[in-house]
């Protein structure tokens, strides 16, 4: 499985970006089988891979890091095998390049763990400025 991320950008304080991460797969048609769980990670300069936001097939069941709750949404639309981050009231410190990820027959409990997912996407950077 391939993964597109798009949508980064440089927004002031306070603003609002939503990224998309689009998979795809050469041949083959994608589905719960290969996308039952897709998340979101980000890598602020200097400071280790941290995860963001994760949600399953279903679209109902969803996590987010505490840092960003109340500000982050996660969605998907499986018709287009694509996961989105709405983030609204950005901070300086949210700015990191942000991956999408995505991973099928792992337990829901081990959705912040970078090792649970099995396909990565090359990243967007988002910047906020103060």
């Known amino acids: 499985v391939q993964l597109q991320a798009s949508g980064g950008g440089l927004v002031q304080a306070g603003g609002s970006l939503r990224l998309s991460c689009a998979a795809s797969?050469?041949?083959?048609?994608?589905?719960?089988?290969?996308?039952?769980?897709m998340g979101w990670f980000r890598q602020a300069p200097g400071k280790d891979r941290e995860f963001v936001a994760a949600?399953?097939?279903?679209?109902?069941?969803?996590k987010y890091a505490d840092s960003v709750k109340g500000r982050f949404t996660i969605s998907r639309d499986n018709t287009k095998n694509t996961v989105y981050l709405q983030m609204n009231s950005l901070k300086p410190e949210d700015t990191a390049v942000y991956s999408c990820a995505v991973t099928s027959g792992a337990a829901w409990n081990r959705v912040m763990l970078e090792s649970t997912y099995d396909s990565w996407g090359q990243g967007t950077l988002v910047t906020v400025s103060s």
């Open positions: 797969a050469s041949g083959r048609t994608l589905s719960f089988y290969n996308l039952d769980i």
């Open positions: 949600i399953r097939w279903t679209g109902t069941t969803l």
